[in-house]
């Protein structure tokens, strides 16, 4: 079966997420940085790495990231990323 999850973020350059499907949209949610993924219960379980960027912030590696959205939080702006894989 196939739902939409949410995952929250943190403000830190690069993490990693295990998901089971594609990264939809990133977003703020009471004051977090979110993305929203699909979920397929019959799909393996992939670890996607994220990258949160802030604006004026050094960007590495950008031809191997895929964008996902730009998020506004307080006074600040978050691009998020993911690698291609995903």
């Given at each position: 079966?196939?739902?939409i999850y949410k995952y929250?973020?943190?403000a830190s350059e690069s993490q990693v997420l295990k998901l089971r499907g594609k990264i939809?949209?990133?977003g703020v949610q009471d004051g977090n940085i979110m993305v929203w993924a699909v979920y397929d219960d019959s799909a393996?379980?992939?670890p996607v790495a994220i990258q949160v960027m802030g604006t004026g912030?050094?960007?590495v590696n950008a031809s191997e990231r895929d964008f996902i959205g730009t998020?506004?939080?307080s006074r600040f702006v978050f691009h998020v990323f993911a690698s291609p894989n995903w």
């Open positions: 079966m196939k739902t929250q973020l943190d939809l949209s990133a393996p379980e992939i912030h050094d960007f998020v506004f939080l």
